[in-house]
């Protein structure tokens, strides 16, 4: 049997159709665009160019395309990357079309016909007897600013890519054993225990003198600075803060505010005569906030509404406010904490930063060595998490759901290397390893394993070996078309 009634042979698998479809309607939507003068290269192909125009009505396409689908103008940056995008789609073409010539790929006449007749059908010029429809093919022609050479050379070039791609996927096969594997492989679930060690878990327990601060300091002095600038808006510029508690009583149907202004004015009276303020929000008031004895908690003043800091004006620390009527209430407020506003400057705060950079250089060596010498010996003699052992560092085991080595790794669970090491140990076995992923160490016990269904793999093999020959079919060609490019003169 020849190459090519191998291809057609091989092209009978639904799998196979779906991608040599997706294939040349790929192609077709890349290349097809106006024939004009082609002045600058782009970029050349073993000596082959690929000119201005051609990349210009093709990128041009591709920013509709996009923008269509995000209903919005691209960025600059975007539109940078497209356009690469479409340059490398380019040079991707080229190769291929040249390595169809090397193979000595043709397209015939009957074949070139099929295909006009085929996407004819798909974008309305042919009918589905295959009859085209001359007044329509030309319309459709006309729109794209394309004559019937350049039309029918586009098809061919797009049906010499296919049959090259067609060339590649006659190869790649997969045996009986190797699908079972895979398939085993992929339907197999494990659920794993594991505890998360963090470095910063451990610096509350590394001692730094003053001796060590002052010799960091002179090393790295520098550095504390950098880290101050960076870090002066979040960490070291305190902005002015109020603790306020609140008694809040709220207007009831029929009621207006000044109702409650005699009520109000007698809290006011037993506070000023030194009651304690907590004790009357917990009875009186009518806020969320009566819990807590009406306090509101310290918050930045920028933070709190502005109508509560008109209230409060200028009352000093441990005053109380007069009372004050809204809209569907009267409240008073207690000012517990006033802290103005204030920024530390380095030569306050540079000790600090030394101590911890020095915590942070330390910790990570403490972390591995409590997860190797101390976590991971005491799980594998008892069968199970050493709960006061965690508990005595701040940490606590936690457990994923059942997943699969190829499915992604949870958010904040472990890295991937664990579910994929889990994958093939027993129920209940602890991980004889510590996992490092991002500066945090991971110990971890299988806690629930399900096997694959070799009874559901049986009655679907067929449907289970097309899903697996599609992928290794499109992963192949990738690979195949990378190496392609790679080794080719691109300029």
Same mark, same amino acid.
């Given at each position: 049997?020849?190459?090519?009634?191998?291809? %057609?042979?091989? *092209?009978?698998?639904?799998?196979?159709?779906?991608?040599?479809?997706?294939?040349?309607? *790929?192609?077709?939507?890349?290349?097809?665009? !106006?024939?004009?003068?082609?002045?600058?290269?782009?970029?050349?192909?073993?000596?082959? !160019?690929?000119?201005?125009?051609?990349?210009?009505?093709?990128?041009?396409?591709?920013?509709?395309?996009?923008?269509?689908?995000?209903?919005?103008?691209?960025?600059? $940056?975007?539109?940078?990357?497209?356009?690469?995008?479409?340059?490398?789609?380019?040079?991707?073409?080229?190769?291929?079309?040249?390595?169809?010539?090397?193979?000595?790929?043709?397209v015939s006449n009957y074949e070139l016909q099929w295909e006009i007749i085929r996407t004819g059908q798909y974008v309305g010029y042919a009918d589905e007897d295959g009859k085209l429809d001359e007044e329509k093919y030309l319309r459709y022609l006309t729109r794209r600013g394309l004559t019937k050479g350049a039309w029918e050379n586009q098809l061919m070039e797009g049906l010499l890519l296919q049959k090259v791609k067609q060339l590649l996927f006659v190869g790649t096969t997969i045996s009986e054993p190797v699908l079972r594997k895979i398939y085993e492989s992929n339907q197999k679930k494990v659920a794993v225990q594991y505890v998360r060690i963090r470095p910063s878990a451990f610096f509350s327990t590394i001692e730094v003198d003053d001796a060590a601060i002052d010799a960091w300091l002179t090393e790295k002095e520098g550095l504390a600075k950098e880290i101050y600038?960076?870090?002066?808006?979040?960490?070291?510029?305190?902005?002015?803060?109020?603790?306020?508690?609140?008694?809040?009583?709220?207007?009831?149907?029929?009621?207006? !505010?000044?109702?409650?202004?005699?009520?109000?004015?007698?809290?006011?009276?037993?506070?000023?005569?030194?009651?304690?303020?907590?004790?009357?929000? %917990?009875?009186?008031?009518?806020?969320?906030?009566?819990?807590q004895g009406g306090e509101m908690g310290l918050k930045p003043v920028l933070k709190i509404a502005v109508d509560v800091t008109n209230a409060v004006g200028d009352t000093p620390q441990g005053e109380i406010t007069r009372v004050i009527p809204g809209d569907t209430d009267v %409240?008073?407020?207690?000012?517990?904490?006033?802290?103005?506003?204030?920024? $530390?400057?380095?030569?306050?705060?540079?000790?600090?930063?030394?101590?911890? $950079?020095?915590?942070? $250089?330390?910790?990570?060596?403490?972390?591995?060595?409590?997860? *190797?010498?101390?976590?991971?010996?005491?799980?594998?003699?008892?069968?199970?998490a050493p709960l006061d052992m965690l508990t005595s560092k701040g940490l606590n085991a936690q457990s994923t759901r059942l997943m699969a080595a190829t499915d992604p790794p949870p958010p904040f669970g472990p890295p991937a290397e664990v579910i994929a090491k889990a994958a093939d140990l027993p129920q209940g076995t602890v991980i004889d390893e510590v996992f490092e992923n991002g500066g945090v160490y991971w110990v971890a016990q299988v806690s629930e394993r399900q096997d694959a269904d070799l009874a559901a793999f049986e009655a679907q093999r067929e449907t289970i070996r097309n899903q697996e020959l599609l992928t290794r079919r499109s992963q192949f060609l990738e690979n195949w078309i990378t190496s392609r490019v790679a080794a080719s003169d691109v300029k």
């Open positions: 049997m020849g190459v090519l009634e191998s291809m %057609r042979s091989s *092209s009978d698998s639904t799998g196979m159709q779906v991608i040599l479809v997706l294939v040349i309607i *790929s192609f077709v939507g890349w290349m097809a665009m !106006p024939q004009g003068d082609k002045t600058m290269p782009v970029a050349r192909v073993n000596g082959v !160019p690929i000119m201005d125009t051609e990349y210009r009505q093709l990128y041009s396409n591709a920013k509709a395309e996009r923008e269509r689908q995000i209903d919005g103008p691209l960025s600059a $940056e975007e539109e940078q990357s497209l356009g690469e995008q479409v340059r490398q789609q380019l040079i991707r073409n080229e190769v291929l079309l040249q390595e169809a010539q090397a193979m000595g790929l043709t600038d960076e870090e002066f808006e979040r960490r070291y510029k305190h902005p002015e803060r109020m603790n306020l508690a609140m008694i809040r009583l709220a207007a009831q149907g029929d009621e207006k !505010p000044a109702d409650l202004l005699p009520r109000m004015n007698r809290i006011r009276e037993e506070l000023v005569g030194g009651a304690d303020f907590a004790t009357l929000a %917990r009875r009186w008031s009518e806020d969320p906030s009566a819990g %409240r008073i407020y207690k000012v517990i904490e006033r802290i103005e506003a204030k920024e $530390e400057s380095f030569d306050e705060v540079k000790r600090a930063i030394a101590k911890e $950079e020095i915590r942070k $250089e330390k910790a990570p060596a403490l972390a591995a060595e409590f997860a *190797s010498k101390e976590l991971l010996p005491a799980w594998k003699a008892s069968g199970s």
